[in-house]
């Protein structure tokens, strides 16, 4: 089932730079270049997304890719519907045909024929030929198409292709720094900032085990996670266990390492 989320009107969520990424948006955007995201999972790139969406009074049309989602589902198929053959708009014909930004979170998760729909929209071209309908739709000047993907977690079966990305222009995303980080999730999850400091430290070193241990570090989100259910007086062990080391590993020696490093900083 392909996930699609549509951003509420008026709803700026927060978001904190770390560079000139969100002029660099909105220059995107006005000259309707297309944008690629790429950075770790959990770093702040869909809330910038978002962010930004909001910020320009754009509508939004997030869709989640999968190993399952084709190009059929994001432009539209023919459904029965009582008794009759009906066209229905994929989320990604919907944004071209009504303006407003299209984002395909983690796209290289999507079939290889993906790919191929998007080309001609990332070009001089700007379109997006149905061919069961014979329709060849323009975007408005007000569509956008972004993409994201975190390079450190492909493998050779999920890369984007050099003539893939060389149709966005790119920005590049990783985790804040210390400071800015505790400051967000102490923000977010309304925990004192001293409590959140040493969850920051803990996924900090986290971070540094991935590619040796882990697979993946400590999103930010998760951080976030875990001081909730701290400043809803759940145990710091328990939080730190539940939202920082089960979700990375399902290995017991890993989890009992990670259990004693989280011990021996949080003390």
């Known amino acids: 089932m392909t996930m699609i989320f549509k951003t509420p009107d008026a709803v700026v969520?927060?978001?904190?730079?770390?560079?000139?990424?969100?002029?660099?948006?909105?220059t995107a955007w006005m000259?309707?270049?297309?944008l690629l995201l790429k950075g770790p999972t959990g770093c702040g790139k869909t809330r910038f997304v978002a962010h930004m969406a909001a910020r320009l009074g754009l509508p939004l049309t997030t869709v989640s890719c999968h190993d399952d989602l084709t190009a059929s589902d994001l432009t539209g198929r023919y459904l029965l519907k009582g008794g009759d053959t009906v066209w229905v708009d994929g989320p990604l014909t919907s944004a071209v045909r009504e303006g407003g930004i299209c984002y395909l979170d983690e796209v290289v998760e999507a079939r290889k024929d993906v790919a191929v729909v998007l080309h001609p929209l990332t070009d001089d071209r700007r379109m997006l030929p149905l061919e069961r309908t014979g329709e060849e739709l323009a975007a408005p000047s007000s569509f956008m198409l972004i993409v994201s993907y975190n390079p450190g977690y492909q493998n050779l079966l999920k890369t984007l292709k050099p003539s893939t990305r060389q149709r966005f222009v790119a920005i590049e995303f990783d985790f804040l720094p210390r400071d800015r980080e505790i400051a967000v999730v102490a923000s977010e999850s309304r925990l004192d900032a001293a409590k959140v400091a040493p969850l920051v430290d803990l996924a900090r070193r986290l971070r540094m085990l991935k590619g040796v241990d882990l697979e993946e570090g400590v999103s930010t989100r998760l951080v976030?996670?875990?001081?909730?259910?701290?400043?809803?007086?759940?145990?710091?062990?328990?939080?730190?266990?539940?939202a920082m080391i089960e979700p990375l590993t399902d290995e017991p020696d890993v989890r009992a390492a990670l259990i004693e490093l989280s011990g021996s900083i949080l003390r």
Do not use: D
């Open 13 to 26: 969520p927060a978001y904190s730079p770390t560079g000139n990424e969100c002029a660099l948006f909105e």
């Open 31 to 34: 000259r309707r270049l297309p």
């Open 224 to 242: 976030i996670y875990c001081a909730s259910l701290i400043e809803a007086g759940l145990p710091v062990p328990e939080a730190v266990r539940a």
